[in-house]
């Protein structure tokens, strides 16, 4: 116990007064969880609260070196053009078919690999969850290559064995929504299983066994049972999908490094890293950023409270 | 305990591994009395060049050594984290190269790069004049090229002998497209391969002409009758499958070297730095491929145009401004300099004094690829190579040019030349 | 689960053919990288990536290539380890205490430091680039690996994670604990703690994930080459004047295949990490 007290103290020397309060934060239940919290609350300040004020601020400055100046709403009224809208229209309807395909496939997927009848199951999940843990990066040099243009490339091959034509996968909108969807759901699918098997995990298997005797099928207890039990970990992958697919970056930069023709890879973390990196326009990168943290402040607030996640238990 | 002793052992971990915070900023002397010089560069071939430079330097200045620390970044990252460092005051290197398209970017407001003008003066008679102009603001230079990038035209002599086209008969635009129906209809292989994901098939174009997306006045011209008039006949030839869109999408995609390399199109038009792309990764058509200046759009209209480039500055947070000038000076304006520009990297140098000097003629990879003619095929365009105009929304222009003129115009097919012209040069007046 | 107790043995087959399908979807990837690693660069630049297995191009030529030139390799590696090894640690341990709170116990603020832990989560780090760049400056943090760890250090999304696995922890060893003297501390890091391991397990190879990948904020943080991580020195080989590929797919293989090893062997230990306790919320 002396020993362990010592961490939290500032003199280690037991003086006896200095201990009574000591002990008393100790043991409070009303200041401990302020204690427990403070590297959150430190780092929010620092990284976060600080640079953010800096990053409002500037979306209204025209941020020069050595010549920095308020322009009033100027970067603001600059994102009613074509490029906003597209990198808008790409991000959303990413998020939507990351959403679409990463939540259901998984939780069918988890729910067959939860099934002791399976062989191998270890070797599936084991097998689907590697692609998570490489970086978009480096695998994105193999994707070009599979993705390749040429009538060679197996993407092409494939498509040549399945009666399909030949596809230019990176130069039309069409296929290329087509590949970073296909990369974010190879690269998470194994993930989101992974936290699914966890929910399965969780459900009493009486609730089975009793629904059973009440001469339930294989269909009635999964949506009677598994799927609303699986709500508080369904609310947690759509949570982060939404995040994710919102700041989806290294997916397109894999594909076109920021130069996608039309627009047709162009995400909103995109947009702000062409205008405030490479135009130099920090002041209008400041603004998308700001707008892009409003759309998926809102968002995600909707999303949270229709499913209920403040409430104390899930 | 847990706290006390995880904080103890990371503290441990770390003070042991962390290397000194040597900012990059900082040029201390080294043990030897060297001075020390940190630079960045995006290309591994140029960092070389550079150490090379500095070993020579070395040699001829014993009493003012410096020690070069070259480091290579990938082409966005070095471009960003120079732009943050120049911003913030501070972690910037002494030297950098900066790519031409994003130079403008760092003559916004007032520059963080040092005056070069002490240094260019001296020679700047023996240097192609529009290369110095692309890396200045109010008559200041701040950045040194390595090559002129004057544009030619890459033949391949076999696919126009089957069709019995003389390359050196092709005098005009009109002639090339006539010799292009030629080759198309004798061996089925397009004239030429057309940019529709970058600039090179379509600026050196309007260049070549006087044209350019903006004027000498900063003014944008993008959807003058020039440009719109050269256009069209890109998509035309296009239409007419005298042409091909480059797989790819650019001229410098994997896809691309491939077709390419298996004899896919009778010519292209790209800068003379492209020739070490052919010498690298298309190695099969060694002895097949021939230089020659571009055809003209008029009787007297030019025959190059000076394209791409990368321009190397000072910062202003170098602790030896004098020392790093006179190394660049040394490294990249003098003749022996530029002659090892040509040896080392294949480009053509940026003093044309150099261009007939004998060092050019001897055999290299390059001569040994496209013959020994290279330099008398730039000695006879000299007088004829424009630069673009640069101005300080050029990255944003040359973005909107490739993703909303050349992508929809000549990929998607979804607008006319001109209304695609017109599109983003009513967007770029906006700037 | 017996939901899917005894199917029939036709389904049983379908079932696993599709398994196996996407299974291969998984994997071919790294088929196709292990196999381009073979293959001279001038071929995969010529004619793109083919399947075929040409025994004459084939050839450990890039991987001689890779140690006799690499020496920055290796110290890529020494250091993308380092940062894993601290950062994973130390995400895990201020996580942990943060989750906690924000699920056990009920205190003013509780809900606008949730909210704040949601709001973090959503930010692109793009965004505060250069603000914290300039904060990495005064802390003298760059180019070290602080200035790395130090700012995702308390990483909203464990601090989640680690919240929703603690609502499920049982109240009662709570309660008992208090009667029996224990200070709140000592409850967190004695009776939780270990009550939380799976989670622990699942968030150390998820945050090591995110650390050993980490890109861009390391790319503006660390200056020399003797500081780069594997993404960093790896990208450097992708440049616009042609790819060096030679080097870039063989390191880009053996920097993905120590932690498939890692993964394969502790594969057990971590699926059951994430899955033994569930997550509740």
């Not at chain 2, 008679?125 to 109010?138: C, F, G």
Request: glycine residues 8%.
């Amino acid at each position: 116990m002396e020993n362990y007290h010592l961490n939290y103290s500032i003199n280690t020397q037991p003086v006896p007064q200095k201990k009574k309060i000591r002990r008393n934060i100790l043991f409070s239940q009303k200041i401990a969880p302020y204690i427990f919290v403070s590297p959150f609350i430190i780092s929010f300040l620092v990284f976060f609260l600080y640079p953010s004020i800096s990053t409002i601020i500037m979306s209204f400055q025209e941020v020069l070196p050595g010549e920095t100046r308020f322009i009033g709403l100027q970067n603001y009224k600059k994102l009613l053009n074509p490029h906003f809208y597209a990198a808008l229209r790409n991000t959303t309807i990413y998020t939507i078919w990351t959403l679409i395909i990463l939540i259901p496939l998984p939780l069918v997927l988890a729910v067959i690999l939860n099934s002791k009848v399976i062989p191998g199951r270890n070797f599936f999940r084991s097998a689907y969850f590697i692609p998570a843990l490489t970086s978009t990066i480096v695998v994105g040099v193999i994707f070009r290559l599979i993705f390749g243009e040429l009538e060679s490339s197996p993407a092409n091959m494939l498509m040549k064995a399945l009666g399909l034509h030949a596809q230019q996968w990176t130069m039309h909108w069409g296929t290329g929504m087509f590949l970073m969807v296909f990369l974010a759901s190879w690269k998470w699918l194994g993930v989101n299983i992974l936290y699914f098997l966890s929910g399965l995990q969780n459900i009493p298997k009486e609730l089975y066994e009793s629904a059973e005797m009440d001469g339930a099928g294989v269909f009635t207890k999964f949506f009677r049972i598994t799927l609303p039990l699986l709500k508080p970990v369904t609310i947690y992958v759509l949570t982060i999908s939404i995040f994710g697919g919102f700041r989806m970056y290294e997916e397109s930069f894999v594909f076109w490094q920021n130069q996608s023709p039309g627009d047709i890879g162009l995400t909103l973390v995109g947009y702000i890293y062409q205008e405030g990196f490479m135009n130099n326009d920090m002041g209008f990168g400041s603004a998308i950023g700001i707008v892009l943290l409003a759309i998926v402040l809102v968002i995600n607030l909707i999303q949270l409270k229709f499913t209920g996640a403040f409430k104390k238990e899930g | 305990m847990l706290l006390f002793t995880l904080t103890m052992t990371v503290s441990l971990l770390l003070s042991g591994c962390s290397s000194e915070a040597s900012d990059s900023g900082q040029s201390g002397k080294s043990s030897d009395g060297a001075t020390k010089l940190t630079l960045w560069t995006f290309v591994e071939q140029h960092a070389k060049f550079y150490k090379y430079m500095a070993d020579e330097w070395n040699k001829k200045h014993p009493d003012k050594k410096i020690e070069l620390q070259a480091t290579t970044y990938p082409y966005d990252d070095m471009h960003n984290k120079l732009l943050l460092s120049l911003q913030s005051g501070v972690g910037a290197p002494d030297i950098a190269d900066i790519e031409i398209s994003r130079f403008s970017n760092f003559l916004k407001g007032k520059p963080q790069l040092v005056e070069l003008n002490d240094i260019v003066e001296p020679v700047k008679d023996k240097i192609v004049q529009s290369r110095l102009n692309i890396y200045s603001k109010d008559g200041k230079y701040y950045g040194i090229d390595f090559h002129v990038g004057a544009t030619v035209i890459y033949y391949n002599k076999e696919l126009l002998g089957k069709a019995g086209v003389d390359p050196n008969k092709i005098i005009t635009w009109e002639d090339f497209k006539e010799a292009g129906k030629k080759v198309v209809s004798a061996t089925g292989k397009p004239m030429i391969t057309i940019e529709t994901n970058d600039l090179w098939s379509y600026w050196p174009l309007i260049v070549q002409q006087g044209s350019d997306f903006y004027g000498k006045d900063g003014n944008v011209t993008l959807d003058n009758e020039i440009n719109v008039k050269t256009l069209e006949f890109l998509k035309q030839l296009l239409d007419e499958k005298i042409a091909k869109a480059a797989p790819g999408g650019g001229h410098h995609t994997e896809e691309y070297y491939g077709f390419m390399n298996k004899g896919g199109a009778a010519s292209v038009v790209m800068p003379m730095w492209y020739m070490g792309r052919f010498t690298d990764y298309m190695p099969d058509l060694k002895g097949k491929m021939i230089i020659r200046p571009m055809p003209r759009w008029t009787a007297d209209g030019n025959r190059s145009a000076g394209m791409g480039g990368t321009g190397t500055a000072i910062t202003n947070q170098c602790k030896n401004v004098k020392l790093a000038k006179e190394f660049l000076a040394f490294a990249k304006l003098s003749r022996e300099g530029n002659i090892q520009i040509w040896k080392q990297l294949g480009f053509d140098p940026i003093r044309w004094d150099v261009w007939d000097d004998p060092a050019l003629k001897e055999p290299n990879k390059y001569t040994e690829y496209f013959g020994k003619d290279i330099f008398n095929t730039l000695m006879s365009v000299k007088n004829e190579i424009n630069s673009p105009t640069i101005t300080e929304n050029t990255p944003k222009m040359n973005q909107l040019v490739v993703q909303s003129v050349l992508y929809k115009v000549l990929k998607e097919g979804s607008l006319s030349p001109k209304q695609a012209l017109k599109n983003v040069a009513k967007e770029m007046k906006k700037q | 689960m017996e939901s899917m107790a005894r199917p029939n043995t036709a389904v049983k087959i379908i079932l696993v053919l599709m398994l196996l399908f996407i299974a291969v979807i998984a994997l071919f990837p790294f088929f196709a990288l292990l196999l381009a690693s073979f293959k001279p660069s001038t071929e995969l630049l010529r004619y793109g990536l083919n399947l075929k297995l040409q025994a004459h191009l084939l050839s450990f030529k890039n991987y001689i290539y890779l140690f006799q030139e690499g020496a920055k390799y290796l110290i890529w590696y020494k250091n993308s380890l380092v940062i894993t090894i601290v950062g994973t640690i130390l995400s895990l341990f201020f996580s942990s205490m943060v989750g906690y709170a924000l699920a056990v116990y009920d205190f003013k603020g509780k809900n606008v430091v949730f909210i704040l832990v949601l709001a973090v989560m959503m930010i692109p780090m793009e965004i505060l680039m250069l603000p914290l760049y300039k904060l990495m400056v005064s802390f003298k943090m760059i180019n070290t690996y602080w200035g790395v760890i130090v700012p995702i250090m308390v990483a909203p999304v464990a601090i989640f994670f680690f919240r929703q696995y603690a609502l499920g922890l049982p109240k009662e060893l709570l309660d008992a604990a208090r009667i029996d003297g224990c200070s709140e501390f000592r409850i967190f890091f004695n009776i939780m703690v270990p009550l939380m391991k799976p989670a622990f397990g699942a968030m150390a190879i998820l945050q090591a994930m995110g650390y050993w990948n980490s890109f861009l904020w390391p790319t503006v943080i660390l200056r020399t080459e003797d500081m780069f991580t594997l993404p960093i020195g790896l990208s450097g080989l992708l440049t616009p004047y042609g790819n060096n590929y030679d080097i870039l797919i063989s390191g880009s293989l053996l920097t993905i295949l120590p932690i498939i090893i890692l993964f394969i062997f502790f594969q057990r230990y971590f699926i059951s990490g994430l899955t033994v306790g569930g997550v509740k919320g």
